[in-house]
Nanobody
């Protein structure tokens, strides 16, 4: 397993931007595809975005496509989720996840073997 540490959450107004970070302090980062999931109160964990080991491919849930961008800097052992044009429905706890078994990542949370502790994102209307 990989230890992952998220940061960057907060309270913003609708239309604002936030950038979430996911760091791998154990420095095993390059060998893992990564993803972001989110979970709002009373709802199931939802896929947001995934990125490949090398960072050359990423894909997104339809609900965030065109607004969110997932990137990674393997030299810094950190992944970033740039979130623009935030909406109240984006409010959730955001979790970073890693998998060493699927190069491109996956939208299925069961495919991930390492998770961060989560960071709260709240978007007010």
């Amino acid at each position: 397993q990989v230890q992952l540490v998220e940061s960057g959450g907060g309270l913003v107004q609708a239309g604002a931007s936030l950038r979430l970070s996911c760091e791998d302090p154990g420095r095993t980062f390059k060998t893992y595809a990564m993803a972001w999931f989110r979970q709002a109160p009373g709802l199931e964990r939802e896929f947001v975005a995934a990125i490949s080991w090398s960072g050359d491919s990423a894909y997104y849930a339809d609900s965030v496509k065109g607004r969110f961008t997932f990137s990674r800097d393997n030299a810094k052992n950190t992944g970033y989720l740039q979130m623009n044009s935030l909406k109240p429905e984006d409010t959730a706890v955001y979790y970073c996840a890693a998998t060493h078994t699927i190069y491109t990542g996956s939208s299925n949370p069961d495919d991930y073997d390492s998770w961060g502790q989560g960071t709260q994102v709240t978007v007010s209307s």
